[in-house]
């Protein structure tokens, strides 16, 4: 499946940009689904995580409360919606699928990987 993240740019401090992931190719219902994200000199990192079929979610406990991951079945679109954000908010963002599960919160489980988006938050 390719996956195609979007929604990124210039933000200010405290405001709420929605990314998006569109998925293309196969259909992805029984899979995992999740957001990360990498700051310069620092390590990609789980941001949220979703199974495809709404079984359950996992938010990172730096973006709980803040960020929402969810998804769009029919349109084959998962999305984060990300509220108050802050300045070390700043990151490359990208989509990425597990094909197989259960939900795994490490960069390694997930098999295919979009591009990313870059959100820049600015104080």
């Known amino acids: 499946v390719q996956l195609q993240a979007s929604g990124g740019g210039l933000v200010q401090a405290g405001g709420s940009p929605r990314l998006s992931c569109a998925a293309y190719?196969?259909?992805?219902?029984?899979?995992?689904m999740g957001w990360f994200r990498q700051a310069p000199g620092k390590e990609r990192e789980i941001v949220a995580a979703?199974?495809?079929?709404?079984?359950?979610?996992y938010h990172a406990d730096s973006v709980k409360g803040r960020f929402t991951i969810s998804r769009d079945n029919a349109n084959n679109t998962m999305y984060l919606q990300m509220n108050s954000l802050k300045p070390e908010d700043t990151a490359v963002y990208y989509c990425?699928?597990?094909?197989?599960?259960?939900?795994?919160?490490?960069?390694?489980?997930?098999?295919?990987w979009g591009l990313g988006t870059q959100v820049t938050v600015s104080s």
């Open positions: 990425a699928a597990d094909r197989k599960g259960p939900m795994r919160i490490l960069t390694w489980a997930y098999d295919d």
């Open positions: 979703m199974y495809w079929s709404g079984a359950g979610t």
């Open positions: 190719g196969r259909t992805f219902s029984s899979r995992v």
